[in-house]
């Protein structure tokens, strides 16, 4: 029965069926083709214009497409400053000891900087803040203070930085054999170490600023713990560093009589910095004795940047080297001393006040510098006291005041009829050597007999704090200080500091002025603080151990194609520049934008 229905229904589609299909079939599609394409290619020549106008207008879309991503392709790209390259900065003075605690001139203390990292340090905004410290804190009574490292920091040889670190460093600062050039005066305070991380400090009394205190690098325990504090100076260390900052030493080269700068110093990145992301791969130091080479060093383009110049420098420096400007928390100071024979008497001091013409002495000087008081409006919002000014017949009635009297020639002369000669010195340096000429010119005019002895950039500044400025071979002294991050005027002016290893350069003793200084260093109550300074600067425009004379600033001359420190930064010293050196940069590639 199935076999009789399969073969009943092939018999449906006979061959004679299928051809009748087929030829149906191909007369629908013949008719098809013939009616909607052969008898409409007549038209086209009815259309050929318009044709030709979509082809052209086709090719031009698709030229002008190449043409777009052509033009336009730079636009998905930026030159930017990226990871490698090497940056070489002009420094002066020679190097001796790449020792941070002995650095004495710009030279080193730039090296030291590059070199270590401090405990602590300002950040941009220009306050104290943790580098090798994660916390520093103070409890209840002001005096004991901890100090806690950060976790995962080492030495540049791979040795973990630890507890013994700090303190070694603290006693040897404070011992007087090793002669350290750091300020900080760690002789009444003890150090307690609680762990491998953590040192307690404990102070003879409460003293609010002390985290300023701890601004200074670390040295390596391990390397020079066995030496002798008094030969650390001449230690191999001094040559062959072990540091902790964001660059390590690879050589230093002497130069060639040829040569205008002295030696050439090859850092290059600390891959064991804390902060591992330094840009630049190396950083050269150039060293040199005067300006003069520095500028035609920066001309020839042999260095990157200096920061040794000053305003006067720019008309020297050939077109295409920018600056930057920025001021410090420091300042340059008529240091009057005290204890000289003719300036003991404070009449006669007050006298040089009042006969001295700040604006002639300052000409030149942008008003955003100038500084009448050893405290910064940037460190303490103070009331600060009136400044009688400039008033040159009421000086010379303050000289005959003093008991002095005036000869036929005008001279100022003492009882014995002997003219009153002031030896005053400064160091040669493009500002302040002017501007000590013409406050001594000023002198002269009020009747004095002056000699300026300017010291020239050959001896180095360690030379000249040595041998004038430490045994205070002076009557007027010409010196820029650092004034800290925070308020303190206590280590130039107190009476403690009044001696050859002391930094009251004045030689400056006034018993109620100590007591002011040091109950604003041991209260925490800020409006007690305010008005002890406040009677500070009272007392200090009234007994005149110094002059302000202008506030300290960096001036930066630079290469345009490098990226240096930041325009925002607050900084407290020259060496603050180097707060974000590691996004320092001086090559540039072309990158891809992100949309």
Known sequence: MSKTKKKSG?????????????????????????????????????????IIEWVLLVVVVFLFAIVQMMWYGDSYHTDAFVRGGDYTEAVLGDVKSMNPLYASNNAEKTLSKLLFAN?????????????????????????????????????????????????????????????????????????KKINDKTVEFTLPSTYVDFMDTLEFPLLPKHILGDVNP???????????????????????QAATVTQLNTYTIYLNRNTKYFLSDTKLDTFTLKTYKKREDIISALNASEVTATAELGLDSA???????????????????????TKSDNLTNKTLRQAISRGVNMA?????????????????????????????????????????????????????????GLPVTLNAVVQKRDVIARVAERFVDELRTLGFEVTLNIYDESQTAADFFTTVV?????????????????????????????????????????SLV????????????????????EYFLKTWVNDVPALGLYQSSLKYYYSPNVEIYSENLQMTDVLDRFSDVRYWASEKRSVNVTP
């Not at 806690?148 to 070694?168: C, F, H, Q």
């Not at 005027?489 to 009251?504: E, K, L, M």
């Not at 007591?515 to 008005?531: F, W």
Request: aromatic share 10%.
């Open 230 to 252: 008094a030969l650390v100076y001449e230690n191999e260390f001094s040559k062959k560093p072990i540091g902790s900052g964001p660059f390590v030493l690879n050589a230093m």
């Open 119 to 191: 405990l602590v340090s300002p950040d941009s905004s220009g306050h104290i803040k943790g580098e090798l410290a994660k916390s520093v804190k103070m409890d209840n009574s002001g005096k004991v203070w901890t100090v806690t490292l950060r976790d995962n920091i080492n030495w540049s040889d791979g040795e973990p930085i630890v507890a013994d670190d700090i303190i070694y460093t603290v006693d040897l600062i404070r011992d007087k054999s090793a002669k350290t050039t750091i300020s900080a005066d760690f002789s009444r305070v003890t150090t």
């Open 514 to 533: 100590d007591d002011a200084l040091l109950s604003a260093h041991i209260t925490t109550n800020m409006n007690t603080r305010k008005a002890k300074y």
């Open 10 to 50: 092939r018999s449906r589609f006979s061959r004679k069926k299928i051809a009748e299909f087929y030829h149906e079939s191909t007369d629908k599609v013949g008719k098809h083709f013939s009616d909607n394409f052969i008898s409409r290619i007549q038209n086209a020549h009815e259309v050929r214009l318009w």
């Open 470 to 510: 430490r045994p205070r071979d002076y009557d007027i002294l010409f010196y820029e200080v650092d004034l800290g991050v925070s308020a303190d005027p206590f280590v130039y002016y107190s009476s403690t500091q009044a001696s050859t290893g002391g930094w009251n350069f004045s030689n400056y003793e006034n």
């Open 315 to 337: 008309e020297k420096l050939r077109n295409g080297i920018s600056s930057r400007e920025s001021l410090l928390n420091g300042g340059v100071f008529a240091f009057i001393n």
């Open 360 to 416: 002639k002495v300052r000409e030149g000087i942008d008003d955003s510098q100038l500084l009448d008081y050893p405290i910064l409006v940037r460190q303490e919002s103070l009331k600060y006291p009136d400044l009688l000014g400039y008033d040159l017949k009421e000086a010379k009635a303050l000289v005959e005041k003093a008991g002095f009297k005036y000869n036929e020639q005008g001279k100022i002369i003492n009882k014995e």
